[in-house]
């Protein structure tokens, strides 16, 4: 029987297969050069944009749909992407229509045309060019006519050339003698301005990367205030300077606007945002613009990994070891680990810089895959700041700060400089007590008879939010165990700190930052620059603790670190080290000299010696050690099965069924099913599965056969489920 040529097509939807379909009507037979190219597929009753992955075969006798329609003239998804996401699907053993999908702008996903990233430029018409000697010397609808003589003119050119040209278009287009013309985007020409002299350190690094000619990781491995930006910055400019683009990747919106300034001020040319706080069709275009090699220069926070880079020549990971790299839903990727990958595909140095190295970047750089670049002197005439440990044991608190720190504050705003005060705790304080029954404010919807998950108290104690579901509810006006009216609110958070600052310090600002502050879009930079020079005090969460660059600040206060020092978690101890080298390297950027005062009811505590004492270095030696000798990353590989039921038992026997399936003798230890740490969220009862493997390979070979076993399961289809590689919280 003669067979049919179908096109194999990848669709968003959670299966792990190709669909095929017949050509749409009137198009020609299916050929290689489609792969790539996106349609428009009708998918049970609904209509769904997919991606062609390769040409198949059919007998004449099976009975395909036909496609609706091709909605790219070329392939969308090829070359290096292409490959980079199919090794994505594969490692995160995740549908490779669902990976196309996550790594596609939502407009590109919706099946619209990829936008227009043309330029725009001046001409004239040939009433314009016959009636040129009418116009009145002189004026600069005659020069702009002039300029315009030799052909069209980019609207960026006349920029540079005419001053308020646009009034003088108006006009000859008012008069047919000129007319506005799409042309090619103009592709910018770096024009780097000088930056300052780098020290010993930081050349010695920028001769490395400028001598990389093909693949090569670099660990940028600086203190806080070393340089590491500068170095990015030469690196870049080399990298324009052959005519090719490139990422550079940062793990908050807010550190977005601040670098990009920096970089178009030194690079002098166009520099792209590509993050969540654009709008979709903001995004789409800057997406277009990377894919027709247009935008040479893109900051983007994870998702921006995805962008299409043809002439790439570097990608640089800054603050490498920030979790939020990590997508914790959906497609489960690490933009810092496909980084890498891309890299390696695209043959290009990859760049990951951080003053708290990752200790899987750490291990790998001791190895040897990495090679490690080290600053250890911080730019310029800066100093490392100073750093105490104070003892609050029984000592007066006013919510949280002691007599001692409230002075140090009072004395460093005197001397006309900023303050920050770190606490990673948002809203009012973290729960709400009954003083006289003991009873807790709980979230109905995440707690648990043997789990008690608190809401957060906010609004200056009028309301509650749970910062887990996000559920919300008024403060109740009794305590509806005793009907008491001592409701009090326990604990300190950023909003108590504000309000008792603000008393405390009445002719000084007092600015807070945090989730709740920062929504807005550049929300950040405009508190920020509400303080300005003057002095001040910043109450912060972790935000702040990622790369700001704050010169006038000279004093850090942390507040409240003893939770993070009796984690289950067994990453806690290096996020909680991360946290407070990286905020702590906040202070004393300029000429004036920092302070770092840390208080603690554990001042004896191993983690907080080490770290004062012998720096992050001297943590992350030990750390490794502890790590090696208990089988944990970077010395074995993880994945994590989680379920999610409104009935603990359907979970548990979902998991139980899944472990069934693993042969006896695999090398790849199983922990589980067992209670997530968090065993209840959003009213569903949450329960994992661990498996743990020393090498890579028999994990990933594992899971493998798995999947597909577990796609076939009965139960899969009554809990929701998600398989987590490499997981960076075993929450």
């Not at 202070?587 to 009811?601: D, F, S, Y």
């Amino acid at each position: 029987m003669p067979a049919c040529p179908t096109l194999r097509i990848a669709l968003p939807v959670p299966l792990p297969q190709l669909f095929d379909y017949l050509p749409p009507e009137g198009s020609p037979a299916p050929a290689a050069n489609d792969v790539g190219r996106r349609l428009r597929v009708p998918f049970g009753p609904r209509e769904l944009v997919g991606v062609v992955e390769s040409i198949g075969q059919v007998d004449d006798d099976v009975p395909l749909r036909a496609a609706l329609e091709w909605l790219d003239p070329a392939p969308l998804i090829d070359g290096e992407l292409a490959d980079s996401l199919h090794w994505l699907s594969r490692y995160t053993h995740a549908p490779l229509g669902e990976v196309i999908a996550t790594a596609l702008p939502a407009p590109l996903r919706r099946g619209e045309a990829l936008p227009d990233t043309h330029g725009w430029a001046w001409e004239l018409t040939a009433a314009g060019r016959d009636g040129l000697a009418k116009l009145r010397a002189g004026t600069r609808p005659q020069r702009l006519a002039a300029l315009l003589e030799v052909g069209a003119v980019n609207e960026d050119l006349l920029d540079d050339q005419l001053d308020d040209w646009r009034s003088a278009a108006r006009a000859l287009a008012k008069r047919g003698f000129a007319e506005r013309v799409d042309v090619p985007a103009l592709i910018p020409q770096a024009d780097t301005r000088p930056g300052p002299t780098p020290n010993p350190q930081q050349q010695t690094a920028i001769d490395a990367l400028n001598s990389c000619d093909g693949f090569q990781p670099f660990l940028l491995d600086g203190v806080t205030g070393s340089g590491k930006t500068e170095v990015y910055l030469r690196a870049i400019s080399r990298c324009l300077q052959q005519g090719r683009q490139a990422l550079v990747l940062v793990p908050e919106i807010g550190l977005t606007p601040q670098m990009l300034s920096r970089f178009r001020n030194r690079l002098g040319i166009p520099v792209h945002a590509l993050h969540s706080g654009l709008n979709d069709n903001e995004r789409a275009r800057v997406w277009a613009a990377a894919s027709r090699g247009e935008a040479r220069v893109i900051v983007g926070t994870r998702s921006a990994i995805f962008t299409p880079l043809p002439q790439a020549g570097l990608i640089v990971i800054d603050e490498e070891h920030d979790g939020s790299y990590k997508q914790q839903d959906g497609i489960r990727y690490h933009a810092r680990d496909f980084a890498l990958v891309r890299g390696k595909a695209l043959n290009i140095p990859v760049v990951l810089g951080s003053a708290t190295p990752s200790l899987e970047s750490l291990h790998n750089a001791r190895s040897g895959r990495y090679t490690h670049l080290r600053l250890q002197q911080r730019a310029g005439d800066a100093k490392p700041p100073g750093v105490r440990v104070f003892d609050v044991r029984k000592r007066p608190l006013q919510d949280g700060l002691s007599p001692e720190v409230l002075a140090g504050i009072a004395q460093h705003l005197k001397a006309g400089s900023q303050v920050l005060v770190f606490k990673n705790r948002r809203g009012y304080a973290p729960v709400l007590l009954c003083h006289d029954c003991g009873w807790t404010a709980p979230c109905k919807r995440c707690s648990t008879p043997l789990h008690t998950t608190p809401m957060t108290v906010h609004g200056g104690g009028r309301r509650l939010q749970c910062h887990h579901c996000g559920a919300r509810q008024s403060v109740p006006l009794a305590c509806p165990d005793c009907a008491s009216l001592a409701l009090q609110p326990q604990g300190i958070g950023t909003e108590r700190l504000e309000e008792r600052l603000l008393q405390l310090f009445p002719d000084y600002p007092v600015l807070r930052i945090d989730r709740g502050t920062t929504t807005r879009r550049d929300a950040l930079e405009q508190t920020l620059a509400t303080l300005g020079e003057q002095p001040g005090i910043l109450v912060g969460t972790q935000i702040l603790a990622k790369g700001h660059d704050l010169p006038k600040l000279t004093l850090v206060v942390v507040v409240g670190i003893d939770e993070g020092l009796f984690s289950a978690d067994f990453r806690a101890s290096e996020k909680l080290a991360q946290q407070l080298i990286q905020v702590a390297g906040r202070a004393g950027r300029a000429e004036r000299p920092g302070e770092v005062w840390l208080q603690t009811h554990h001042p004896d505590n191993a983690l907080l010696h080490t770290l004062v004492n012998g720096g992050y270095h001297a943590f992350a030696e030990a750390e490794l050690l502890q790590r090696e000798a208990a089988g944990f990353p970077p010395f074995a590989h993880l994945a994590l099965m989680r379920a999610e039921a409104k009935q603990v038992e359907q979970a548990n026997e979902f998991l139980a069924a899944v472990k069934q399936l693993i042969p006896a003798q695999s090398s790849v230890e199983r922990y589980g099913p067992m209670p997530a740490p968090m065993p209840r969220r959003a009213g569903f009862q949450r329960t994992q599965l661990l498996l743990s493997a020393e090498q890579r390979r028999p994990l990933h070979g594992l899971l493998s056969q798995l999947m597909a076993q577990v796609q076939a399961l009965p139960l899969a289809r009554r809990v929701r489920w998600s398989l987590d590689v490499d997981p960076m919280d075993l929450y």
